[in-house]
């Protein structure tokens, strides 16, 4: 077989990875902690063939710009170098949820070129070892390899930073609910993000108390003990946005209507609602809430003006092979 297809989910961070010990291998300077979310996916076709002098991409149907196909070019490259292989691809990607859906894509985009150009060259690697080489990719693809709640490890070398499961989709029926306050393309990405991190002042002091936010996220999944979740999930957001905020130059990814929702929903966690917020490097705010609360807190953000779309989600399985 030299063509597979394979799908993978993107992820949203509880604990979050913000800069990295290595760049280049993307080895992060802390652990971080996630949730597959089932519903949207990406799905990709690696088709290995000696027509091809260069790799190629098709996104949605339409050759990929020439930046977002050396990304993925350069990826294959890292899979070429592990199977000694030096055949080109073909790669066709689909997301079956819009850019500018308030979910990152290149988690679940790197997740699925590395299980899907690893199988069309009919060779098996361990989950471990998929994970570590989506890393490279993009680093939160190593965590939507894995499914449901996933822990990815800080570690010295390639080899030790991989990302595993720790409890299966239907440990906790936990809900994402994505406030769209913005589509616009983000100035800065992750990528460059990542890199100015250690400019702040703060991001050694986020980085000194992550294992511990680490432990007591893990912890209050493995119990669901939402109360405990909430506080340090939302705490974890706001101290990377801090060091976003005050690296040089500052990224500032919050709009009005992000901030309002923050004020609100701890306010509606006084109420009852078990719900709280965590945010990426973009201005749209995942509303982490339990099952029973889920349709509530969809309703009070549709209501928002200026919320536009309201996404919802829940736990998703992992990357997986499709044809
Ligand atoms: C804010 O994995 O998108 O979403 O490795 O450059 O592709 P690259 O970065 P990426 O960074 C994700 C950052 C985050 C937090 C998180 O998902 O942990």
Redesign the pocket.
Known sequence: MQKATARAHP?I?FI???GNRDDNL?LPSNP?L?MNLAGVYTQTTVEWTDDLTSDSLDINGEPAAEEARMRVSNHLDRVRSRLNMTTRARVQSENNFPMGAGI?S??AAFAALTVAAVAAADVQLSERELSTIARMG????SRSVPGGFVEWFAADTHEESYAQSFAAPDHWDLHDVIAVVSTEHKKTG??AG?RTAFTSDLQPARVAGAQARFDVCRQALLDRDFSSLATVVEEDSNL?HAVMMTSRPPLFYWQPTSLEIMHLVPEWRREGLNVCYTL??GPNVHCLCTADAAEEVRNRLQNLSEVGEVRMTSPGGAAEIIS
């Open positions: 992820n961070a979050k990875y913000w993307r971080s996630s990152a290149s988690a993009s680093g939160s693809a992750s990528q990542h990377m990426d490097a």
